[in-house]
């Protein structure tokens, strides 16, 4: 059975260890239960180095114990691997060896990373290692980029536009932006008017985006709403957790977002704020910018309501 000890220690260990030779063997004394010279030696390589990943492979030689409870790799941007943002994936050793691809890296950004074991005595690390991520390709679209107004076809509220309905007076206009070290993800900034990020993926062959499960929101009544996909099915809603918001776009820069809703994670289960069957975000021109940037800034209503639909998963 595999066992998940690393995340029981994590904390502890992000704290307590500096990942230098020597402050390992001061740990390994105090949390391990035999020499280090008994623990496994753990050696790393990387591979296939590109913008947004890299393969990473470690061998694994056994020096007196014997049965390694579980493995893997932490890797991070900061040498002192800060648990803020440090990375870690659990990979099974097979023969001794163990590889694994890291995705999602930020291009021209350099990494750390060590590999790990955990036996009945204790903890063993390898050397920290180093690479850089190359440098990302050119973000194709960029007439993405600019001040939007948002127009919300809601189920429950019918057609809302953001100019009207005072999506802009707390936090701004929406704005788009290339994410930094990225060459295919946007950041649309003040969604929906309540001064969240969210992060999409941009398919430029199909002129699509996707946009993941993320924060919109926070009602003062249920915490955080995240975005979601939704469809109806005989009446009832159903929350697609683990699939992403889909949308299109035209060569305007003006994009549509499907099926999104924003719902809030309840110990009454999941609460439904909005639901929209399409959004249009609407690429604005330079007399809309200058005119959007004079607006009299107020805070807009507090999101303290849901409405009551059937809620399914899938």
């Not at 591979?47 to 790799?73: C, H, K, M, P, T």
């Not at 939007?148 to 005072?166: A, C, L, T, V």
């Not at 649309?188 to 990020?197: A, E, F, K």
């Not at 249920?222 to 035209?250: F, Q």
Request: aromatic residues 14%; negative net charge.
């Amino acid at each position: 059975m595999k066992l998940k000890i690393i995340n029981i220690y994590i904390l502890l260990l992000s704290i307590c260890i500096s990942f230098t030779s020597c402050h390992e063997e001061v740990d390994a004394d105090f949390y391990n239960k035999t020499s280090p010279d008994a623990l496994p030696t753990i050696t790393v390589a990387s591979d296939s180095i590109s913008f947004d990943r890299v393969y990473l492979d470690a061998q694994i030689e056994i020096n007196g114990d014997s049965i390694i409870l579980e493995s893997g790799y932490m890797a991070c941007v900061d040498n002192t691997f800060p648990d803020s943002l440090l990375i870690v994936k659990t990979v099974d050793h097979n023969n001794l060896q163990m590889s694994v691809w890291f995705d999602l890296l930020v291009g021209n950004t350099k990494y750390f990373y060590k590999a790990y074991t955990y036996t009945k005595n204790g903890f063993s690390f390898s050397e920290v290692s180093s690479f850089i991520t190359t440098d990302p390709p050119v973000f194709e679209d960029t007439y993405l980029f600019g001040e939007f107004n948002q127009i919300d076809h809601s189920i429950r509220n019918g057609i809302i536009n953001g100019d009207d309905n005072e999506y802009w007076d707390a936090y701004g206009t929406m704005k788009i932006s290339q994410v930094e070290g990225t060459y295919n993800q946007i950041a649309i900034y003040n969604y929906w008017g309540y001064g969240r990020t969210v992060i999409a993926v941009v398919n430029f062959e199909d002129k699509t985006i996707e946009i993941s499960p993320q924060e919109v929101a926070v009602s003062a009544k249920d915490g955080p709403l995240l975005i979601y996909r939704w469809s109806m099915d005989n009446g009832s809603m159903n929350i697609h957790l683990d699939d992403t918001v889909k949308g299109h776009y035209d060569e305007d820069g003006n994009i549509t977002i499907l099926m999104w809703g924003a719902f809030a994670n309840t110990s009454e289960g999941y609460l439904t704020y909005e639901a929209c069957s399409e959004t249009h975000l609407v690429k604005r021109n330079e007399d809309d910018n200058n005119e959007s940037k004079s607006l009299p800034v107020k805070q807009r209503e507090v999101l303290n309501y849901s409405f009551d639909l059937p809620i399914k998963f899938r």
